[in-house]
Every structure is written in structure tokens, then in C-alpha cells.
């Protein structure tokens, strides 16, 4: 487990505060329950800008700060404790990840500094069927005059609906399934011959589906080099990965939190459930379990700050393991709960639908136990 700095306990606390004033779980209910389609509160995002968190892993001479993805990582186990729905995750970590890694310096002047401010909102498009396999992309891009014509689909892109920039992974060379020919585009949202179908999901966040027809960019919008995009995309999905696996930790603690205070307080037979030896095994096993994909958590994040070489592996053993917790958190919440527990009046319901969408993306735990594995020469 990490030892933190004074500043990024600091960020922690900041950010604990704010989400339970701010963005308690019943301003997700109530943003659910308005059918908002764009999955987010505009309101809430804006605050996440000026208090400094869009731009916690962009350099200074681009407006951020430079904090680091652990720091971010902390800020998102706290709004996963909320469920707040907002684009930090996508926004300034996962796009953000693949301008700092692949951009030029062009494009880094042109974007970063707009999410570092909070004054955009951007996506990663890769996935286009119903499981992560960035491999097998098909989205084809075409030379044609100074620039690119995209024409294919592309999938369950997290805020593809609201997004202002684009992040598109197209295959520009080989075939799906090669991770050679992949090249990175930045696309923005209004491009002409860009269509986007807003999804209604179990955990009511903002998805869409994304559909290129003779979508034209400029040579500029290449991300890197053209046909050398896979190392640039593998990198920036290790930290979405761990970023996500941070947002689980935090949903997955705080639904062990609330069960836990219901053992405490829920009576049966005279006494509080919690007494009884078989909820306390559960109880201690969830806990368990937590301080272990904490530990996951945090290693990734840090070897990612650190450019360790096993930061790849790192993240899908974050990945993975966050997903097992967060499945057992929320279905132990549900259970643990008795009747109430399925019923929509409980925040019961709220984390398991999250846990559940969360889980499958940028790929679930048996595909990252397998990414694990063969990462390390098995």
C-alpha cells in the first residue's frame, strides 16, 4: 500500500469532502431519474475544473499540475464512493493519457490546456462488439488528399455522447485482429458524417455508440505515426484500466461501509445481525479483500508515475481484481441487506448496476487475468 505524501492525503480529503457535499449518491439518483441524456451534471464538471482535478496529470506549461495518476487515483476512489457520474475518468485521464503519450506538441498546446481548464469533454473510442478487444478493430481510415476519411462503428463509448473531442482508434493497414496498422485520430465532435446514438444502460452514465460515414480529418489529427498506434493506445488503456480500478475501489469500500453500519444497527432475534458468526466471516472476508485490491490499486498508479516496465501488468492485475472485489462488495450489499436491498428505494441497486457496467470495461476480469498472465511469460 502506497504511503502517501502530505499533498496528496491533502487531494484525498479535498476530494472526500466535496463529493459528500456535492455529489452525495442522491444527486446521481436524481440525475438518473431526470433521463438526462448526456449521463453528467454540466454543473458538477465545471466545479471538478476550477478546483484543479481535470488537470492533475497534465504538465504546468499546460495549465495543470503535474500531480501525478496516483493523486488522480484518489480522486476517483472518492467519486466512485458516490457514484458521482462525470468525464474525469474519461476526460482527463484517459484522453488526456493518450495527448501526453502520443501527441505532438501541437496537438498537446491545442487540447491539453482546454482539459486542463475543465472546458471540454473527450473520449476514448476503441471497442466495437460487446467485449473489449482493441485488437480487432475495423474501423478503417483511408488516405485521401492532406488527409483521412474514417468510415465504421464504434461501441459503449463512455461519454461519446457529450464528448468534444475524440479519440479514435481506426485501423489504417493488416487486418482485425493485427495489432500492427492501428493509428490513433483526434476527432472532433461536431465532425461532419459523425453520428452518435445515446445508449440507456443499467448504471445510467452517458454512453453512445459512434457511427463514422466518410468522417474526413486532417493530417494533423494523426496521433503519433500513422500505423504505429497500438504501443500509444496499450498505454493509454493501462491507465484508464488503473484509473477505473481506482473508481471500483472506492465504489466497492463504500458499499462494505454501508453494510457494515447496517450489521451494526439491524436487530433479528434481539440482537444486531452483526453479532452472528456467519455475517462476521462474510464481513471480514469483503474486507479483506479491499486491502488487497488496494494494494493492486495503488501499484499501478505508481508504477505508472514511476514508467516502471510492469506498468502494464500492473494495471490489468489492478483491473481484474477490482472488478472480483466490486462484483462481491455489491452483491454482499444486496444480500446483506435482505428486502430492502432489491429494492429501487435503496442505494442497494445504484452500486450493483455500476459494478456490474464497470466490470466489462476496457475489458473484465478473465480478460485481464489472461493479459496478466501472458505479460509475464505464461
Not at 351 to 371: F, M, N, Q, T, V
Request: proline share 2%.
Amino acid at each position: 500500500m502506497a504511503i502517501l505524501t502530505e499533498e496528496q492525503t491533502m487531494l484525498r480529503d479535498a476530494a472526500r469532502d466535496w463529493v459528500q457535499a456535492r455529489s452525495p449518491v442522491g444527486a446521481f439518483r436524481k440525475l438518473r431519474d431526470s433521463g438526462d441524456g448526456a449521463g453528467y451534471d454540466p454543473a458538477l464538471w465545471r466545479e471538478m475544473g476550477e478546483m484543479g482535478w481535470t488537470g492533475v496529470i497534465v504538465p504546468e506549461a499546460h495549465g495543470g499540475s503535474e500531480f501525478g495518476y496516483l493523486g488522480l487515483g484518489l480522486v476517483l476512489e472518492e467519486t466512485g464512493r458516490t457514484l458521482t457520474a462525470s468525464p474525469l475518468l474519461s476526460t482527463a485521464l484517459t484522453a488526456a493519457s493518450a495527448l501526453l503519450i502520443g501527441g505532438s506538441e501541437a496537438q498537446k498546446e491545442e487540447w491539453l490546456s482546454q482539459i486542463a481548464a475543465g472546458a471540454i469533454v473527450a473520449a476514448l473510442a476503441v471497442d466495437e462488439h460487446a467485449h473489449h478487444a482493441p485488437e480487432k478493430t475495423a474501423l478503417t481510415a483511408v488516405k485521401s488528399g492532406r488527409g483521412w476519411t474514417l468510415n465504421g462503428g464504434k461501441a459503449f463509448v463512455p461519454e461519446g455522447g457529450a464528448a468534444d473531442l475524440i479519440v479514435v482508434a481506426a485501423r489504417t493497414a493488416g487486418q482485425p485482429g493485427d495489432a500492427d496498422g492501428l493509428t490513433l485520430f483526434l476527432v472532433q465532435g461536431d465532425a461532419d458524417g459523425l453520428t452518435r446514438t445515446a445508449l440507456k444502460t443499467a448504471d445510467s452514465r452517458g454512453y453512445a455508440n459512434l457511427t463514422f460515414k466518410d468522417v474526413t480529418v486532417a493530417e494533423t489529427a494523426v496521433l503519433g505515426e500513422a500505423g504505429g498506434g497500438w504501443p500509444i493506445l496499450e498505454e493509454t488503456l493501462d491507465r484508464a484500466r488503473a484509473g477505473l480500478a481506482a473508481e471500483m475501489l472506492g465504489t466497492a469500500a463504500q458499499a462494505f461501509d454501508v453494510t457494515l453500519d447496517y450489521l451494526k444497527t439491524r436487530t433479528q432475534f434481539g440482537q444486531a445481525i452483526g453479532t452472528f458468526q456467519a455475517l462476521q466471516h462474510r464481513a471480514a472476508k469483503l474486507y479483506t479483500e479491499l486491502e488487497l485490491t488496494r494494494s493492486c490499486v495503488e501499484a499501478a498508479l505508481e508504477a505508472i508515475d514511476n514508467g516502471s516496465a510492469d506498468a502494464g501488468a500492473l494495471a490489468s492485475l489492478a483491473k481484474a481484481k477490482a472488478g472480483e472485489t466490486l462484483h462481491l462488495a455489491s452483491n454482499e450489499m444486496v444480500q446483506m441487506h435482505g428486502g430492502v436491498g432489491m429494492t429501487d428505494a435503496h442505494d442497494a441497486g445504484l452500486y450493483l448496476k455500476r459494478a456490474r457496467a464497470a466490470e466489462a470495461i476496457y475489458g473484465g476480469a478473465s480478460y485481464h487475468r489472461d493479459r496478466y498472465a501472458r505479460l509475464l511469460g505464461f
